[in-house]
């Protein structure tokens, strides 16, 4: 199954995060399909920013969004 999730970026303790879609099935940190945007949670406020076209898209055929990514989103 295709899932829209987060994907650790940065360095040690400074994550910064990608929203990519992948298989269900690949590592947190695995090959992805797609990248549709990032989140930083280090800025004040939190820099959330994401094609919602291509999410619109993903989610049509499909893919299921992670608990996260919908809160971040507000979808």
Not at 58 to 68: D, I, N
């Amino acid at each position: 199954m295709t899932v829209i999730r987060l994907t650790r970026m940065g360095r040690k303790k400074r994550p910064f995060y990608r929203i990519v879609v992948t298989d269900s099935r690949k590592r947190r940190d695995g090959g992805w399909i797609e990248s549709i945007g990032y989140y930083n949670p280090l800025t004040e406020p939190a820099t959330v920013k994401f094609d919602e076209e291509r999410l619109n898209y993903w989610l049509s055929v499909g893919a299921k969004m992670s608990e996260r990514v919908k809160k971040i989103t507000g979808k």
